[in-house]
C-alpha cells in the first residue's frame, strides 16, 4: 500500500514539475514575441514620419516660393541701361548689373522672364527674378519703346512701325510686318495683351490689332490724331492714354474706341490696372485714376512735379512708377494717395513691371 502511494506522489510530482516548464516557456516566447512586434511597428512609422517629413520639406519649399512672390519683386529699367530691383513691393531698392549702356524704355515679365527692351532695338533678358541679365539677338536696329506677352507671345514695339515677336520666353526673335508704312513716321510706344488680342498705340492716333498672337496685324480708328503712349487690359475693357491728357477706351477687343473725358491737359505716358482701378501716370507728376472701367476719371494727389515716365506697375497691392532723375513713387492704397521712395539712381526710371 505504502508502495502504491509513493508512487502516485512520485506521478503528480512529474505531472507538476513538466506544467510548470511549460508555462516559463510559454512566458519566455511571448515576452520575445512583443518587443519584435512593437519594433517593426516603429520602424514603420519612422517610415511614415520620414515621408512625412518629406512632405513637410516640400511644403516648405512651396512656402519659400510663395514668401518669394509675396515679398514683391518690382523691376524698373532706364536711361544708360539701368536696372533697379525691389524685393520688397517697391519700399527700398537695388541697382542690378546692366549688360548694356543703352536706353532701355520697356520692360514686362511672364513665364519667369523679365524682358527688357531699348534703343538700336536692344532686348535684354532675365530668367532669375531679375537678379542677372543677358543680351538677345535683336532683327532690328530701329528703336524699341514698349514690350507686352500675351499666350506664350513676347511682343516688343518700336520707331517705324517696327514689332519684334518671341515665341521662346525672349530668346530669339523675328521682325513682323506691321501693316504700318516703313517711311509713315509710325512711332509705336506701347503694347499690351487682353482676350486673346494684342493692342498696339502709337504717334498720331495710331492703334493696330493682332488676334493672331501677334503674326499679323491691322489698323484700327482712333477717335483722336493725338500721339498714344500707353495701353493696358482689364475687365474686357482696353485703355489707351498719351498727349494732352487723352484717355481712349475699347470694350470689343480694339475694334472700336472712344474718348474717355480725361481730368487732365498733361500727357499722360502710362497705365495700368490692379485691384479694380486703371492708374495713369504723366507729365509733371500727374496721376489719374478710374474705378468703373475707365469710364471717368479723377486727379490723384502726386507727390512729385516731376515727371512719371512711360510705364507704371503693380503688384502685390502696391502700384509703383518711375520718373526723371531716378524718380520713384509708390501708392499702397489703390493709387488714392502716394509717397516718394529713396531711389539709388540719377537716370531716368523708363518703366515699371512686376514679378508675378
Same mark, same amino acid.
Given at each position: 500500500m505504502k508502495s502504491i502511494l509513493s508512487w502516485f506522489v512520485l506521478i503528480v510530482s512529474i505531472a507538476v514539475i513538466v506544467s510548470s516548464?511549460?508555462?516559463?516557456?510559454?512566458?519566455?516566447?511571448?515576452?520575445?514575441?512583443?518587443?519584435?512586434?512593437?519594433?517593426?511597428?516603429?520602424?514603420?512609422?519612422?517610415?511614415?514620419?520620414?515621408?512625412?517629413?518629406?512632405?513637410?520639406?516640400?511644403?516648405?519649399?512651396?512656402?519659400?516660393?510663395?514668401?518669394?512672390?509675396?515679398?514683391?519683386?518690382?523691376?524698373?529699367? !532706364?536711361?544708360?541701361?539701368?536696372?533697379?530691383?525691389?524685393?520688397?513691393? !517697391?519700399?527700398?531698392?537695388?541697382?542690378?548689373?546692366?549688360?548694356? !549702356?543703352?536706353?532701355?524704355?520697356?520692360?514686362?515679365?511672364?513665364?519667369?522672364?523679365?524682358?527688357?527692351?531699348?534703343?538700336?532695338?536692344?532686348?535684354?533678358?532675365?530668367?532669375?527674378?531679375?537678379?542677372?541679365?543677358?543680351?538677345?539677338?535683336?532683327?532690328?536696329?530701329?528703336?524699341?519703346?514698349?514690350?507686352?506677352?500675351?499666350?506664350?507671345?513676347?511682343?516688343?514695339?518700336?520707331?517705324? !512701325?517696327?514689332?519684334?515677336?518671341?515665341?521662346?520666353?525672349?530668346s530669339s526673335w523675328d521682325n513682323v510686318t506691321s501693316g504700318l508704312a516703313a517711311n509713315g513716321n509710325y512711332n509705336l510706344y506701347g503694347v499690351t495683351f487682353g482676350n486673346n488680342t494684342f493692342v498696339v498705340v502709337g504717334n498720331s492716333g495710331t492703334i493696330v490689332r493682332s488676334t493672331d498672337n501677334g503674326s499679323s496685324w491691322s489698323s484700327v480708328t482712333s477717335p483722336t490724331v493725338k500721339n498714344h503712349y500707353g495701353v493696358t487690359f482689364a475687365n474686357n475693357t482696353f485703355v489707351g492714354s498719351g498727349w494732352l491728357g487723352i484717355i481712349v477706351r475699347s470694350t470689343d477687343n480694339g475694334s472700336t474706341w472712344d474718348n474717355a473725358t480725361s481730368p487732365t491737359t498733361k500727357y499722360i505716358s502710362g497705365v495700368t490696372f490692379g485691384n479694380n482701378t486703371f492708374v495713369g501716370v504723366g507729365q509733371s507728376g500727374t496721376v489719374v485714376r478710374s474705378t468703373d472701367n475707365g469710364s471717368t476719371w479723377d486727379n490723384a494727389t502726386s507727390t512729385t512735379a516731376n515727371n512719371l515716365s512711360w510705364g507704371v506697375g503693380f503688384g502685390n497691392n502696391t502700384f509703383v512708377g518711375g520718373g526723371a532723375s531716378g524718380l520713384i513713387v509708390r501708392s499702397t492704397d489703390n493709387g488714392s494717395t502716394w509717397d516718394n521712395v529713396t531711389s539709388i539712381t540719377a537716370n531716368h526710371i523708363n518703366d515699371v513691371t512686376f514679378l508675378e
Open positions: 516548464c511549460s508555462e516559463k516557456e510559454e512566458s519566455t516566447t511571448t515576452a520575445t514575441a512583443i518587443p519584435i512586434t512593437s519594433s517593426d511597428d516603429s520602424s514603420d512609422n519612422s517610415t511614415s514620419t520620414s515621408d512625412n517629413s518629406t512632405s513637410t520639406s516640400d511644403n516648405s519649399t512651396s512656402t519659400s516660393d510663395n514668401s518669394s512672390s509675396s515679398l514683391g519683386v518690382f523691376v524698373g529699367v !532706364g536711361i544708360s541701361g539701368i536696372i533697379v530691383r525691389s524685393t520688397d513691393n !517697391g519700399s527700398t531698392w537695388d541697382n542690378v548689373t546692366s549688360p548694356t !549702356g543703352n536706353d532701355l524704355y520697356g520692360v514686362t515679365f511672364a513665364n519667369n522672364t523679365f524682358v527688357g527692351v531699348g534703343v538700336s532695338g536692344n532686348i535684354v533678358r532675365s530668367t532669375d527674378n531679375g537678379t542677372t541679365w543677358d543680351n538677345v539677338t535683336s532683327p532690328t536696329g530701329n528703336h524699341l519703346r514698349g514690350v507686352g506677352f500675351g499666350n506664350n507671345t513676347f511682343v516688343g514695339v518700336g520707331f517705324s !512701325g517696327n514689332i519684334v515677336r518671341s515665341t521662346d520666353n525672349g
